[in-house]
């Protein structure tokens, strides 16, 4: 029997970069946002991004993007691409990029990214947690609690409700969020 080496798990990474476009050139800005997350897409391991305008007129833009791992992070920010761009953006941008890295359980608890006046209404995200919240509990208490009847009321709690947490978090809502994004956060009219 061989010992074979462990493979090492790869971590998802989410940089959150913000900077300023300089007065008048707000528009020229955005758009090379929009160019660098293009090239980002043909990228190996990137898996998505968002561009977060500021909340008023001089304030600071954000991006959010996510990569499969950290080495490929790093391949992108020494790649051509991204060098050209970042040399192109210093026409129109203030200063250098601040810049936020999270990866693993941290990301899931840091303050949100997100300017308030961006999150959804509280009532659409109730209707959303419900919309993944009843189907969830309804099949655990139909399909598993028989199995667990055996069991104490605190374990059978426990055990029950770890099901649905974990359900929820990496099964339902990133699915739900995914297919209501249009109603929970409706494109800006104009």
């Known amino acids: 029997m061989t010992n074979a080496p462990a493979k090492a798990e790869t971590v998802r990474v989410t940089r959150i970069a913000r900077r300023r476009a ?11 946002l929009r160019e660098m997350f293009a090239r980002m897409r043909a990228h190996k391991g990137f898996l998505g991004g968002d561009l977060i ?7 600071e833009y954000q991006t959010v993007v996510r990569f499969a791992s950290e080495a490929e992070l790093q391949a992108w920010d020494m790649s051509d691409a991204r060098l ?17 890295k999270l990866s ?16 959804p209404p509280r009532m659409k995200m109730a209707v959303v947690t419900w919309l993944g919240i009843f189907p969830t509990v309804s099949f655990f208490l139909w399909f598993v609690l028989p199995w667990l009847q055996p069991l104490p009321f605190l374990p059978r709690t426990a055990i029950l409700t770890a099901l649905i947490v974990a359900t929820m978090t990496w099964v339902v809502m990133p699915r ?9 956060s409706p494109a800006p009219k104009g």
């Open 53 to 59: 305008p500021p909340e008023t007129p001089g304030g």
């Open 104 to 119: 693993g359980l941290e990301a899931w608890f840091e303050p949100a990214v997100v300017p308030a006046t961006m999150h």
């Open 22 to 32: 300089r007065p008048g050139h707000e528009a020229e800005y955005e758009a090379m």
């Open 176 to 184: 739900l969020t995914r297919l209501l994004r249009g109603w929970l």
């Open 84 to 100: 050209e761009l970042l040399e192109r953006m210093k026409a129109v941008a203030e200063g250098e990029p601040e810049f936020r």
